[in-house]
């Protein structure tokens, strides 16, 4: 197999557990011959299973809150001290807390929904800021988020995470411009189908629109394996003109107004 980011150094945010997208990402950019620094919160570093992750991979991890720019600076400055310049960005994080305490989006606590932008939108913004101030990125370099659908079209039970990810997308376009100006990094958002990880089965009715993604797709959702290789080919230099994109990969979902197994479903039986 070509190794396709040999010789590259990153920062891979929002490994929690095996599911984990960024977990998945991790297990992949290593096979592709990366080196990186995994980061998450320092809470998370008590739940999860980082530590197993960093041996796999051979990797240091440096605890950081997203919110923190203290923490962030911390990050970048271990980072570039350890590698020098970086060459790719994973931002693999999100959390509503409307969400996870069951409020309403009816009903929505405004405090709580500061805090959901914070750390789901804002933080992609403060990372690339200080990458940028810093001047921590290589020529040609590749930043990528994740980021749902659900910025684009109602899911009941998103709650305030469409508007997280509606923002988290246009800060990759609008950051994307000034980083392609100054030394043609990339910035892009992944929009991946529903995955069952930690994040994603915290949303109500989670099965139900992941079953129906799968049933509407040609492909069938794609999972977080499938993820980590798309975003392999976005951190490689085979993907070096595509900048300021929301980039679906989702098996087909975002294209299709119904499919033949959901025709059957909603058929009229009494005609
Ligand atoms: N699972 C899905 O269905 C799905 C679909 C599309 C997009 N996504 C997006 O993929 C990304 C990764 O989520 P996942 O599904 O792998 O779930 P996950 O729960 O494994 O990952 C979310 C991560 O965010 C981290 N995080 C939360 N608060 C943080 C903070 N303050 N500072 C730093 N890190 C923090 C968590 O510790 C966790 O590692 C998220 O942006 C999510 O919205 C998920």
Redesign the pocket.
């Known amino acids: 197999m070509s190794k396709l980011l040999e010789g590259k150094k990153g920062i891979i ?5 095996e ?4 977990w998945q990402v991790a297990l992949k950019a290593k096979e592709h011959g990366a080196e990186f620094i995994l980061t ?2 320092p809470i ?1 570093m008590r739940m ?1 299973a980082i530590n197993d992750l960093a041996k796999l991979c051979d990797a240091e991890i440096i605890p ?4 923190s720019n203290e923490d962030l600076e911390n990050l970048i400055d271990q980072a570039v001290a350890k590698f020098g310049k970086l060459d790719f960005v994973l931002h ?4 509503s807390l409307n969400v996870r305490k069951k409020k309403a989006y009816t009903d929505i606590n405004y405090d709580w929904m500061h805090k959901t932008f914070d ?2 939108a804002i ?1 992609f913004h403060r990372v690339m800021q200080l990458l940028y101030k810093k001047e921590a990125m290589n020529d040609w370099g590749s930043i990528v ?4 659908m659900a910025a684009q079209r109602t899911f009941p039970d998103y709650s305030e ?1 469409a508007e997280s ?1 509606s923002l988290l997308e246009s800060f990759a376009r609008s950051f994307g411009y000034h980083f392609g100006l100054v030394n043609k990094v990339r910035v892009n958002t992944i ?5 069952m ?4 089965s915290g949303v109500g009715g989670f099965d139900a629109f992941y079953n129906y993604a799968d049933k509407m797709s040609p492909l069938g959702n794609a999972d ?1 394996a499938s993820c980590a290789d798309y975003c392999v080919s976005l951190f490689s230099d085979l993907t070096r003109m595509v900048t300021m994109q929301n980039l679906f990969h989702d098996g087909g979902f975002s294209n299709m107004g119904i499919s033949q197994e959901a025709m059957e479903i909603f058929a009229d039986k009494q005609s």
């Open positions: 945010f929002g490994a929690l557990d599911k984990s997208i960024a998450n919160a998370a999860g950081a809150d997203a919110t693999s994080i999100g959390m750390i789901s933080s988020a994740l980021t749902y995470m990810k929009s991946q189908s529903p995955t990880t930690t994040a994603g977080a």
